[in-house]
């Protein structure tokens, strides 16, 4: 008997050998396999490979390395997920914030192009809802290039600091505005963010106290005039009749009257600009007859401008402060006067509803137009300033528009240029009580 | 609150076993790390290890922190709130 291998000749053990050395190459394949996942796994977290003598196949096996930096994978995708909630958050934060500021604000990178803009900027300076993302701030906001010195941007970029530009005009209204680099490490300019400031009222605030300073100049200088030109006359002129010197003193008295009334009406606007309002005290007026006593007091322009009354014939009691609802006739009197030519009828209606009672003063002047009407009752305003022949403080409408707010009561003014004007005024009446 | 300290001595293990195995205790104690409610100290003598462990501990929103003792490193694990 030939000497070999026990069973080498026998076919199945050959088969089972070779499906042995088969499984043990799958088995190589399968380690390799899992060293190299390991690996690039381990390439991601930022270490080195794993090499065969650090940690043999049984040992890969037993730390479990794949369950590991799965896990750890699974942390730092928590991580990342929370700081990304956190950048959306801070993200949306800063944008609300962005949008909120009364600024509009625009940011442009160093060639212009716009990179963003908020809601602001978007309807007081664009206009319209468009995309103007990479469009340059010049083509969307200048008409014609500027020069240097009336662009803020070209002056950030010359000098690498903030800069300002007061009262620059852009699409009708007036702006100062700012603007400031935001600078990469190195510290070259990356954006530029600008903001506007409009300060179109404030200027419109300025130019209206400037006119008014003018006009109160001229509205107490007048009647001062008067009262000491009839004074030196009483003074140093010759002597005058009894009746003709009752007649200067009279009128002395009627312009110093009208002194006292402008001087009452800055105090009134003053209080009320204060935040300390007028002392009220509120008691049942008959409205009808407080009409008839302000039209008494225009006794003089009456011959001028002849007063219609239609008014209850069971009279009209409003609860209100007697001196403030006088103070709403005589200054809706005085403008519906003041504002007529000569024999304009001037009209005076009283009517008690079932809620109000509904006072209107209407004439046939000159009348008002709507954007006039729109201001009517802003301080210092005056609907004709370039009518200098009307006098007037422009504080009048925006007394009147207070005392009707404090009666709880509305106000609505009708106008037709060359027309005339009404105005209407609701004071709400006390329901009586039901038992 | 008083904080846990665990400790985890891998000294005479090289990366990137040291790696692995800090990252096995982290994943093990993650929410009590988290919360600041324990820290954790590896003791490890391999000097790679010591630039491959606070990177991976960064990415999973801890802080880490190394100091040299005598002839190996002391890396401390907290919540970055911590400042281990």
Known sequence: ?????????????????????RLQALNREAFDYIRAKVNDLLDVVGTRTLRPEELDNQSLVALDPIGIVATTFRHVLENVRETNRQLQMAHSEIQTIFDTVGSATLVVDRQRR?????????????????????????????????APEECVFLQVMNSGREAIIRGRPLRGRFFDVIAAPICEEDGQILHVVMAYHDVTEA?????????????????L?????????????LLNGPEQRPEQTRDYLGLILNRSEHLAHIVSDLLDISRIEAGEGLKLTFEPCRLDLLCREAAWGHEDASDRHPIEFDLPADGAVVEGDHYAL??????????????????GTIRIDVRNEPTCCELAVADHGMGMTSDQIEHVFEKFYRANTSNTGVPGTGLGMTIVKYLVDAHNGQIAIASTPGAGTTVRIRFPVKQPISE | MTIENIELDIRGQVCPSCLLLTLRDINKHHSALSEGRVRLTVLIDSRDATSTIPPAVKNMGLAAQVDKVEDYYRVVIARPEERP
């Open chain 1, 1 to 21: 008997m030939t000497s070999h291998e026990p069973f080498s000749d026998v076919p199945e053990v050959e088969r089972l050998r070779a499906e042995n050395q």
């Open chain 1, 114 to 146: 716009i990179v963003s803009l908020n809601r602001q900027a978007t309807k007081l300076l664009i206009g319209h809802d468009g995309d103007v993302i990479g469009q340059c701030c010049n083509q969307v906001l200048c008409e014609a290039d500027p």
């Open chain 1, 203 to 219: 200027r419109q605030v300025e130019k209206m106290k400037s006119e008014f300073v003018s006009t109160a100049a001229h509205e």
């Open chain 1, 221 to 233: 200088r007048s009647p001062l005039a008067t009262i000491m030109g009839y004074a030196d006359l």
């Open chain 1, 326 to 343: 006088t103070q709403i006739l005589e200054n809706l009197l005085s403008n519906a006067i003041k504002y007529s030519p000569q024999g």
